[in-house]
């Protein structure tokens, strides 16, 4: 979903830049209170993962593909602000390295994947664990955030002009909706594996999630959390 | 001792992905490249600044399926370094904070 130069106008990819720039200077603030020493590996190699998984093009039917995103992967690891700054160097590396998104709509493309993606789908799963099996909340965390990020996308160029929204957003939408579906896969199975190997990896705390209602699993988890610190 | 060997087999996860995986993608169009050839923008479609390892083909490299392994383990290893290197620098601007709250628990 890497916008390239040339699909959206001035106005649109300048906004987008600046909203873009506002919102990676709140992370790189709010992220200070989940990053530890200890961690900091981590999101050096959850940021290299999600890079690889990106190249790997899965098919889709009709002769289309899609892959992984990867920003509830991050999001539910790291947490959210750490994990758009994982999103954010991913997509400027895939922009200034590699010619993936254009210089001019990395703007756009961060606000999209690295932000929209994150928090839509991060905000799914936090209400969905209340009523459902983590597993399942992630997932459909997951696919929400492909779908939040077309919409995003879609929007976008219906704003610059480049194609009417009744005609882009139901064929984004449409396409990202199946290639959500391998998302939700892959997120679910890497995150599930990821806590079960490192059960004092970061998790969401109660308090974010639940208010003064406490369930099992966050008193498990902050627990896990304080046995390492 | 444990982290470490964890980081390692990190890392050969993502080299394995990288570097193998990666010749397995489909080339199909993605969503967006499907949407835009549908409905007629494609072609406008710029490049306004020239990419070092464009389409993630190493240059020089004879072999498409090297150049693609080595392209994906290049750039595998310079998001690993941005993005500790910006961890280590956000988590540096909290070093206060963060032996305030450890006092308190």
């Known amino acids: 979903m890497h916008i390239p130069d040339g699909f959206l106008d001035l106005k649109t990819w300048a906004g987008s830049a600046a909203v873009g720039a506002g919102l990676v200077a709140c992370s790189l603030t709010r992220a200070r209170a989940d990053l530890e020493e200890r961690r900091l590996p981590t999101v050096g190699v959850m940021a290299a993962f999600i890079f690889a998984a990106q190249m790997v093009n899965f098919p889709v039917s009709g002769g289309t593909s899609g892959h992984l995103i990867g920003a509830v992967l991050a999001a539910v690891t790291l947490g959210p602000w750490t994990a758009s700054l994982v999103m954010t160097t991913v997509l400027v590396v895939q922009c200034l390295v590699f010619g993936d998104g254009g210089v001019t709509a990395l703007g756009a493309n961060v606000l999209n994947m690295a932000f929209i993606a994150t928090f839509a789908g991060y905000g799914a799963y936090l209400a969905l664990r209340r009523v459902t099996r983590e597993g399942l909340a992630v997932g459909v965390g997951a696919w929400i955030s492909v779908v939040a990020a077309a919409a995003a996308c879609s929007t976008e160029l219906a704003l610059s002009g480049t194609a009417p929204l009744g005609a882009v957003l139901p064929a984004m939408l449409g396409w990202h909706a199946i290639i959500g579906l391998g998302e939700a896969v892959i997120t679910a199975a890497v995150a599930a594996y990821l806590w079960k190997v490192r059960p004092g990896a970061w998790r969401p705390k109660s308090r974010q999630a639940t208010g003064s209602v406490v369930n099992g699993g966050n008193t498990m988890s902050e627990g896990a959390d304080r046995i390492e610190a | ?105």
Not at chain 2, 3 to 11: E, H, I, Q, S
Not at chain 2, 43 to 72: I, K
């Open chain 2, 1 to 105: 001792m444990r982290r470490k060997g964890d980081l390692a087999v990190a890392l050969a996860v993502v080299a394995v992905v990288a570097g193998g995986l990666s010749l397995l993608a489909s080339a199909h169009p993605d969503g967006l490249e499907y949407v835009a050839a549908q409905e007629g923008f494609e072609e406008t479609a710029r490049q306004v600044l020239s990419a070092p390892v464009p389409d993630y083909v190493m240059p020089g490299v004879a072999s498409p399926a090297l150049a693609t392994a080595l392209s994906g383990l290049a750039g595998s290893a310079v998001v690993f370094a941005v993005a500790w290197g910006l961890a280590r620098l956000t988590a540096a601007g909290s070093a206060g904070s963060r032996e305030g709250r450890t006092g308190t628990k």
